[in-house]
């Protein structure tokens, strides 16, 4: 067996950044081979990942990027176990390399981002390595695209959700009120850009509850789904981005904010990646 030097173990943690006493243990195996080496912690990660398949990953980085010309945005989520390696810069510079890959790349889908090249190897490979490097299940465990006239994106206070929204209008000018309204879909949380996007399944489960609370108050049969549907509206004036109060001035809803500034000004869409 050869003789395993401090300078490559060195070497191999300032390429891979897994602990000391792994890269010295994987020379050892590989025989002071480096490239070996490396595939053997990768190996190693991959192996960590299946054992942590069933841990939640629930914190980590939430990081949103815009193309030059304001045209296309993506947001991704790179999700750990703690907290503590969400901060770590290292880990969250990875976040931003991915998302910057997604905005060059622009794929249509998560495992299309993941099987995008990384360096020499697959973006999905990179996150599996560093399930054995960092020690704990990490996941790409969203990623989203949007492309309009003007798109805006907003990152909250440590990463924690990102918010990419379309502005049917390319006006600079307009960028912050495009902003504001990003804030405003991390704080209010719409499930939906208007009624008409609601999902029908959430319709007909908002309509039900509503009848059998007003059945349950004794109102009259007959007047159930009327009812049901008067608070279907209180549910779209609330849940709906357009229709929900601006949060910056509540005297007025977003719609209203927006064709303020412009008659014509509105959101044509929105994604909302956020950690949990």
Request: with cysteine; net charge negative; proline share 2%.
């Amino acid at each position: 067996m050869s003789t395993i030097s401090a300078t490559d173990v060195k070497k191999l943690r300032d390429m891979t950044g897994a602990g000391m006493m792994d890269c010295k243990s994987a020379l050892a195996e590989a025989n002071g081979d480096i490239e070996k080496a490396i595939e053997l912690l990768r190996l190693k990660g991959q192996k960590l990942s299946l054992k942590r398949a069933e841990r939640e990953a629930k914190e980590g980085v939430v990081y949103a990027l815009v193309s030059d010309d304001s045209k296309k945005g993506v947001a991704i989520r790179l999700s750990s176990e703690t907290d503590f390696v969400a901060k770590n810069e290292d880990f969250v510079n990875l976040a931003i390399e991915f998302a910057q890959i997604a905005l060059d790349n622009f794929p249509a889908t998560l495992e299309e981002l993941l099987a995008l090249p990384y360096q020499d190897i697959t973006v999905g490979e990179k996150v599996t390595e560093q399930v054995g490097v960092i020690g704990e299940k990490i996941e790409l465990a969203d990623y989203q695209r949007l492309e309009a006239d003007q798109v805006v994106s907003y990152i909250h206070m440590g990463n924690k959700a990102g918010v990419i929204l379309g502005l049917n209008n390319t006006d600079p000018k307009f960028k912050d009120a495009g902003r504001d309204v990003a804030m405003q879909v991390v704080a209010m949380k719409p499930v939906a850009l208007d009624k008409d996007g609601v999902d029908a399944s959430i319709i007909e489960k908002e309509i039900e509850i509503g009848m059998e609370l007003a059945r349950s108050e004794g109102k009259p049969e007959e007047m159930l789904e009327k009812i049901a549907m008067g608070k279907l509206n209180k549910f779209f004036k609330e849940n709906t981005l357009l229709a929900q109060a601006f949060v910056k001035d509540s005297s007025q809803s977003v719609d209203q904010y927006l064709r303020g500034m412009d008659g014509n000004l509105t959101v044509t869409g929105f994604k909302h990646v956020k950690l949990g």
